[in-house]
Structure formats: structure tokens, C-alpha cells
């Protein structure tokens, strides 16, 4: 995800149970604590872990850097790692960020009724959406 934000070679993105908004995480999921203590991915991060709406970046204005080349996030409804409804707004707030490029049919979200995982279907899905014209 980062990659598309930072270089426009890269013409879209898919993400699998990729993500959960740091700025409203929960302590039991994964996040800035686990991103920066427990993984040491983002070891920064750690500045931000008692205070995450002082974090200068978050997931919503990484995707929204990509518009208007395509996206498609597939998040479960029982997504172990990360909390449904809060990245379903998020969601929402990067399909306005579409909308202002008049590039809505390059933006899908899907959150079907199962757990982490990649199925046969999302496989498929996710080939059709990538041989789309847009």
C-alpha cells in the first residue's frame, strides 16, 4: 500500500485483511503497539502509542494518495486483527477522495461474512477486478 502511495508506476493495490486505522486502535488488535514494540516494523511509532490522534499519518490518507489509480480492499467481517466497522468508515471517507477524481469505479471494498483468509472466490474476484478497464 505504501509502495502505491509513494511510487506511480505501481497502477493499483489490493489488500487482504491488510490493515485497521492506528489513530482509533484498539488496544487488543493490532497496531501501533505491536507495530512498534512487539514487531518492531515501525519502531517510532512507539512515540504515538498513548496518544495515536497525534499520529501524522494513518491508513485513510495512505489510500487516499493512491486516487485516482485502482484499489481494492477485501477486509473480513471477522478479521482477527483489526476492527470491521472503523475500516468501513475509513473506507468511506477514501471513496469521497474518489469521487473528487470522478474515479469511483476504481475504488472496491468488500467485507464478506468470514474470517482472515484468501479464498477461491476473493481469488477471482480480485482477477476479474484486475482485468477491468479502467
Given at each position: ?57 494513518d ?63 476473493m ?12
Open positions: 500500500m505504501i509502495s502505491t502511495a509513494l511510487d506511480y508506476r505501481v497502477k493499483g493495490v489490493v489488500s487482504i485483511s491488510g490493515f485497521t486505522p492506528l489513530r482509533t486502535e484498539n488496544k487488543s488488535i493490532e497496531g501501533i503497539a505491536a507495530y512498534s514494540h512487539l514487531h518492531g516494523i515501525f519502531p517510532a511509532l512507539g512515540f504515538y502509542k498513548n496518544k495515536p490522534m497525534q499520529l501524522p499519518l491508513f485513510d490518507e495512505i489510500l487516499a494518495t493512491i486516487a485516482p489509480r485502482k484499489i481494492f480492499v477485501i477486509n473480513p467481517k471477522f478479521n482477527r486483527h483489526a476492527e470491521s466497522d472503523k475500516i468501513e468508515k475509513l473506507m468511506l471517507d477514501v471513496e469521497k477522495i474518489y469521487k473528487l477524481y470522478k474515479s469511483e469505479n476504481k475504488i472496491k471494498y468488500l467485507q464478506p461474512d468470514t474470517y482472515d483468509q484468501f479464498s477461491q472466490d481469488m477471482e474476484k480480485i482477477a476479474k477486478w484486475i482485468l477491468e478497464e479502467n
